[in-house]
Nanobody
Framework: EVQLVESGGGLVQPGGSLTVSCAAS????????IGWFRQAPGKEREEVSCISRVDGITYNTDYVRDRFTISHDKAKNTVYLEMNNLEPEDTGVYYC????????????????WGQGTQVTVSS
């Protein structure tokens, strides 16, 4: 069965860096694109980044462009989201999700979701 497990969240000061991980089981990254989403308290879930299946092409939203980097470690079947120059607005629960088709900013296009990991940016 397909499973996604996020980890690595925590408290970081503004301007700091943090990397969250998404460990996958039951499939390989040749079969599924992986997206990162986040949800702040009282807010709707929003897209962050995505990496395509097979080719590993990466995409970022304009909100995090040049600050966040998504990557594969195929040997470990894990996707990472490296976050740099963090701002309080980046605070939220970060989720990874798998799509059997392609990268999309539409959350409804993803087939599987992890339970999330909390990222808090505060002084």
């Amino acid at each position: 069965e397909v499973q996604l497990v996020e980890s690595g969240g925590g408290l970081v000061q503004p301007g700091g860096s943090l990397t969250v991980s998404c460990a996958a089981s039951g499939f390989t990254f040749d079969e599924y694109a992986i997206g990162w989403f986040r949800q702040a308290p009282g807010k709707e879930r929003e897209e962050v980044s995505c990496i395509s299946r097979v080719d590993g092409i990466t995409y970022n939203t304009d909100y995090v462009r040049d600050r966040f980097t998504i990557s594969h470690d195929k040997a470990k079947n894990t996707v990472y989201l490296e976050m740099n120059n963090l701002e309080p607005e980046d605070t939220g629960v970060y989720y990874c999700a798998a799509s059997a088709s392609k990268c999309s900013w539409d959350a409804d296009g993803y087939d599987y979701w992890g339970q999330g990991t909390q990222v808090t940016v505060s002084s």
